[in-house]
């Protein structure tokens, strides 16, 4: 009882924010495994789709090296042409200047058999942590059009005697160049801004994590620069909730998440997004 009411406070209270996607383990390497499955309703394109996903990342006292690669196979329609099938590649590098300053590189490539106009696209990311004050920069270049994300995080950590919360408080800040030049992003607006709100609790092995973003946003750059949301589809809210477990060396995580979106080319509104996740990751 005492880990979950610290928790409803720090929900209450809005002492939130993001859920660290990826903890610290200076000196060990980590192999992450990830299966999530996606539930569409109200959509005109897509119905179910399956995510497969596997990260390696590595960190020592300066540097911090990710890779991770993903395939999502999604069945589409019976007027679209074929289903949907993506694979993108991800890379992050971060350094370590002193106990204050952290610098950060990503680059994400994108590979989609349907979306020829984001097909071939690469994600470029540049970041700089200041304490506890994270600003970064993401560049995605497409064939007809490019777009410019900023993301402001403040994160958090605290701890209350065998319970540790961590959080931040995030702003994605997007803008579209060129984006009449296609019909693929035509229809979209020139600027979307999001707030994220997300909280993450230990306790004794046991991880609890909850958090939303409202505000629309578009060709979102996600996860600290190792995912892309790079279809046309305006996220308008999202919620999430997830729980993890320690097992001496493996971390097993089960992630729900509900987002409310619309598919921009098509003026399709009210679509519904489900997915359902889990992950296994080993420390070595």
């Known amino acids: 009882m005492k880990f979950i009411l610290i928790f409803s406070m720090i929900i209450v209270t809005q002492i939130v924010a ?3 996607e990826h903890h610290a383990h200076t000196g060990t390497s980590n192999i992450k495994f990830n299966y999530e499955n ?8 897509k ?11 590595h960190q020592d006292a300066l540097h911090h090296f990710q890779l991770y690669a993903e395939h999502t196979d999604t069945k589409t329609k019976p007027h679209v042409v074929k289903d949907l099938s993506v694979n993108k590649y991800s890379f992050k590098y971060q350094y370590k200047l002193n106990k204050a ?7 994400v490539s994108i590979h989609d058999n349907l979306m ?3 097909d071939g696209g690469n994600i470029y990311g540049v970041g700089f942590k200041y304490k506890a004050l994270s600003l970064t920069q993401y560049i995605s270049d497409y064939k007809h059009f490019n777009v410019y994300q900023s993301d402001v995080k403040w994160g958090m950590k605290r701890d209350f ?10 702003g994605k800040y997007i803008y579209i160049q060129n984006r009449e030049s296609n019909f693929f992003s035509k229809k979209a607006k020139k600027e979307y801004f999001s707030l994220g709100l997300k909280a993450h609790l230990h306790y004794e092995g046991w991880h609890l994590g909850a958090g939303m973003y409202v505000g629309e946003r578009i060709f979102a750059v996600m996860n600290e620069g190792l995912k892309v949301q790079h279809h046309a589809m305006a996220f308008k809210r999202s919620t999430l909730l997830t729980v993890g477990k320690e097992f001496s060396n493996v971390l097993v995580h089960l992630r729900y998440a509900k987002h409310y979106a619309k598919e921009v080319p098509i003026d399709n509104d009210d679509v519904e997004v489900d997915t359902l996740s889990i992950d296994f990751t080993y420390r070595f």
């Open 18 to 20: 993001e859920v660290e």
């Open 38 to 45: 996606l539930h569409f309703s109200n959509s005109k394109q």
């Open 47 to 57: 119905e179910d789709g399956k995510r497969y996903g596997v990260e390696l990342d």
């Open 101 to 107: 300053n952290i610098i950060s590189l990503s680059y």
């Open 116 to 118: 020829k106009e984001v």
């Open 161 to 170: 005697d065998d319970v540790t919360v961590m959080g931040a408080v995030l």
